[in-house]
């Protein structure tokens, strides 16, 4: 893979209910098993959880530690290893900002989101992890709220998959783009149909 | 996409537990969630949930009722949508004659499995949808027992990602594998490194 670390971040505040509103979601349990699992197969450095709720950030690290050193770390050692890779944190900004230092290097976070048309191309990223360590943003509930596009940070461009049905759960969605993010560099897209919607260019 | 029709079957029995031992595993209420909007998004035709268990299947019965026509229908009707596409059957044979009825082809079953070396590659699966109507399956627990491996059915080559951890959650792998098989025919893999294991050939 590529010299640069890379990270993911499961949003559950700023986020936006199904009417558009500013929530804060709770953390699916499902949700850190899953995420974490890919993450750990496709070499991803680190997972941070971001939740500005301290009830949840209580019930995560009893969630970590039962398979970190608990029963779970005995009945299925995997899972307390992918599970390592979870750092839990208030905002966002400081998943950037604690990333940046641990690795000495600025982070550059990439935003994704279902409804957005203005992102970055998958090669385009590709591209980006060349030159930057990455985080990989994702939100939970009806996706990540409006002011966090206002940023600056790069938008990856949506998943498309057979028509216009847009609702992958936030779990499948992490594993195709982490999927594709990891295509070797000698894989070569070449022209397709004009009126094509371009799924993996 | 290709002319020939898609199904999905995860199958709950037979199946192997982390010890190899044949086990009948319990649905899980976010497998069925998660593949259905998976395989909704790319245009797949079928889900059976193969479970032999009739209280599972009362179970199931009951989620996708409140889905597809009671409270959720109204709060989520994407879910009801995605839902719509599971079918219930007792094991995995039913599964693919019932398919196999249904639209007037002789259904090829495909296995998939994180343990195996001796499959088809995710270009040759692609070249087998031009040909037949697939069925992708999918093991829970720890993956589908040996014997559907003696059936002479196709084996789709493993997903690797980065080093030897191949614990990905089934909702992963299917999110990943329906995505690969999505790759429309005119994206050319050129060569790589000689000893690279070759993640999308």
């Not at 558009?20 to 197969?41: K, P, Q, Y």
């Not at 039962?66 to 005995?74: D, F, L, S």
């Not at 090669?123 to 409006?146: E, I, K, N, S, Y």
């Not at 000698?186 to 004009?194: D, K, L, N, R």
């Amino acid at each position: 893979m590529n010299g640069h670390p890379l990270a993911v971040a499961l949003v559950h505040s700023p986020v936006v209910d199904k009417r558009g509103d500013r929530v804060v979601s709770a953390v699916t349990n499902l949700d850190l098993h899953d995420i974490a699992r890919t993450a750990r197969t496709y070499g991803v450095d680190r997972f941070y959880v971001v939740t500005p709720v301290a009830e949840q950030q209580v019930l995560i690290n009893r969630i970590l530690r039962h398979w970190r050193a608990g029963h779970g770390a005995g009945y299925n050692p995997h899972r307390g290893e992918a599970l390592s890779l979870i750092e839990i944190v208030p905002s966002l900004e400081e998943a950037v900002s604690g990333w940046s230092r641990e690795i000495g290097e600025k982070a550059l976070p990439v935003l994704t989101g279902a409804r957005r048309s203005d992102g970055v191309s998958f090669d385009q990223c590709r591209q980006l992890r060349q030159d930057h360590p990455l985080m990989l943003v994702f939100g939970t509930g009806w996706g990540l709220a409006p002011e966090l596009f206002d940023q600056g940070w790069p938008v990856l461009e949506p998943i498309r998959g057979v028509g216009d049905y847009n609702h992958l759960p936030v779990r499948a969605a992490t594993a195709i783009i982490l999927d594709r993010l990891h295509v070797e560099p000698w894989i070569t897209i070449t022209s397709g149909p004009a009126d094509h919607g371009g799924i993996r260019n």
